[in-house]
């Protein structure tokens, strides 16, 4: 099975720390952050990678190579314009012809995959969602659900109207079609594809109970460092 990271992103949040290394390579417990999710990947078997880049590129090619040095296999895309989420996995899956992983490359969580792709067969779904609990429900899209269904995401709702305390935790399960659904060139997986599909009652989410901290700002990032426990 392939797994994709999506780590093209500019990193202007975390500036200036990103202004001379790319974000995929700031470092968790001297570490960075995506070779947490590939030694995750490894940790459950899964060994076929591909990065996609476009942000300093070439540093993150020179630092993970061909993957040997980890015992996988990592191949590149590289995005030359920004193609957002949606645009980004239909470009580096244009070659799958089966089930595949998705992770955003800034979250840093702990996943059990056996556990999301068990998930993801049991339900006979074209996506599996992971989602994760979180304190503060109005910082997120929360998802609404019917059983293990996915309804939709509500955005940042007041306490009130949270539907429930589940954040998409931004690790996917997906069978190539789903894909049939987004544009050429620019879109975004989750209002283009899933909020799409979520009618049709073909997205199910998988509960993410381990580690799981963004780090997508420098103060998310300060607190993934301090406290992500390696793997």
């Known amino acids: 099975m392939k797994a994709i990271i999506l780590a093209g992103g500019l990193g202007t949040r975390l500036q200036p720390l990103t202004n001379n290394i790319p974000k995929p390579l700031l470092l968790i417990k001297n570490k960075p952050i995506i070779e947490q999710a590939i030694l995750n990947f490894k940790l459950h078997g899964i060994k076929d990678i591909i ?40 470009k580096a899956s244009e070659n799958i012809t089966e089930t ?48 293990n269904k996915i309804l939709e995401f509500i955005e940042k709702p007041t306490v009130a109207q949270a539907p429930s305390n589940l954040n998409n935790a931004g690790a996917y399960v997906l069978e190539p079609e789903v894909l049939d659904c987004l544009p050429a060139g620019f879109s975004m997986i989750e209002k283009d594809c899933f909020e799409k599909l979520a009618p049709q009652g073909v997205v199910y989410a998988s509960i993410h109970e381990g580690q799981w901290y963004p780090t997508d700002t420098i103060e998310k990032y300060k607190l993934a460092d301090e406290n992500f426990k390696s793997l």
């Open 51 to 90: 990065l996609s880049i476009g942000y300093k590129a070439d540093m993150i090619k020179a630092y993970f190579g061909d993957g040997a040095k980890w015992g996988v296999k990592i191949d590149y895309v590289v995005e030359d314009t920004p193609l957002g989420t949606g645009g980004a996995i239909k």
């Open 100 to 147: 595949f992983l998705v992770i955003n490359g800034d979250n840093l969580a702990d996943f059990d995959w056996k556990k999301i792709i068990a998930d993801h067969k049991k339900n006979n779904g074209k996506i599996t969602l992971t989602l994760y609990p979180v304190a503060d429900v109005t910082q997120y899209g929360i998802a609404k659900l019917s059983g």
